[in-house]
């Protein structure tokens, strides 16, 4: 009897793109493993855009993930593919990550309808962004824009951008990638409207853990599932998510909490650079650590320990 995967994610386009992305890879290594897909609903999909109460309920880490995660451990799906930066720091008991492919862009873009930068944007212009870590640092470089939040998927975003008018939207540049929706370097075309974008320097604008990181979720007692997937692995990518995941996990973090984090491999050695802001603050509590990329788990305390120091 055929050997059978069954993978499950989010209904967004998005999240069907990543999944494909990991179909592709895993055939490239089996091409005669037989792959499904389960559409899964979760609750930040249901939510998302029904009001503010329930705006702030989709900012929660796990309302993209739970439902998710009980189909796996339910045994309905085999494996589960996310966004890594939607992950709770604590994945559900009884489960691990088995799988990262390689990393794709970390930035965020600045999506506009003209060619905009985050310095030639007038003063009072509207800006649009569901992050909680986003605004923040928008409002520590430019606390004269207008912020707004912005909730759905990604063409729902570029529609509300285009229909509302606003000065832009922050996004991730690699959904925008992953999504084929760049024409030039620059330039997004979504129902034949062109928008410009502006990636925001990385120094300023660090990422969320996990950013541009798509990441598959096993049983942790699911052996045949993990020896199909492990072979796609991408060990520097995940490397740098074990460290940003421990980071986060120190910090008990969702992404409610304003908190990047963001560690590179070079040669041997792990970078990891961190950003908290405090309730209330405008200026983040930074810090930056490196070490030994053979326990990048061992990098967060120290880190945590620095951006403590400097504060104090």
């Known amino acids: 009897m055929q050997e059978r995967l069954v993978l499950g994610t989010r209904g967004s386009d998005l999240a069907r793109a990543q999944t494909r992305m990991v179909v592709e890879q895993v055939h490239s290594i089996g091409p005669d493993l037989a792959i499904d897909v ?68 970390v930035e965020d873009v600045l999506v506009a309808l003209t060619p905009q930068s985050l310095e030639s944007l007038p003063s009072g212009a509207t800006i649009a962004t569901s992050s909680v870590r986003r605004k923040h640092q928008l409002r520590w470089k430019r606390p004269d824009l207008e912020i707004v939040d912005l909730r759905g998927n990604v063409p729902t975003r570029l529609r509300k951008l285009a229909e509302a008018g606003w000065g832009g939207i922050i996004l991730a540049r690699a959904g925008l990638e992953r999504l084929r929706l760049f024409v030039s370097e620059n330039v997004v075309r979504y129902h034949e409207i062109e928008f410009h974008t502006s990636v925001l320097p990385r120094d300023l604008f660090l990422p969320a853990g996990g950013q541009g990181v798509v990441a598959v979720q096993i049983r942790a007692a699911d052996d045949q599932t993990r020896r199909h997937l492990q072979p796609i692995n991408h060990m520097e990518t995940a490397l740098c998510l074990r460290a940003e995941r421990t980071f986060l996990r120190l910090l008990q973090a969702d992404c409610n909490q304003p908190v990047s984090v963001l560690a590179t491999i070079t040669g041997s050695l792990l970078k990891m650079r961190a950003q908290i802001f405090d309730i209330n603050a405008r200026v983040p509590r930074e810090g930056a650590v490196e070490g030994s990329r053979e326990n990048p788990e061992a990098l967060a305390e120290p880190l945590l320990r620095r951006i403590d120091g400097e504060s104090s």
């Open 38 to 105: 389960k559409i899964i609903e979760t609750r930040g999909d249901e939510t998302a855009g029904a009001g503010p109460d329930a705006d702030a309920r989709a900012g929660r880490k796990g309302l993209f993930t739970a439902e998710i995660e009980r189909a796996l451990l339910a045994g309905e799906i085999s494996a589960a593919v996310h966004s890594a930066k939607d992950l709770p720091s604590e994945l559900a008991s009884g489960t691990e990550i088995t799988a990262v492919l390689p990393r794709g862009a």
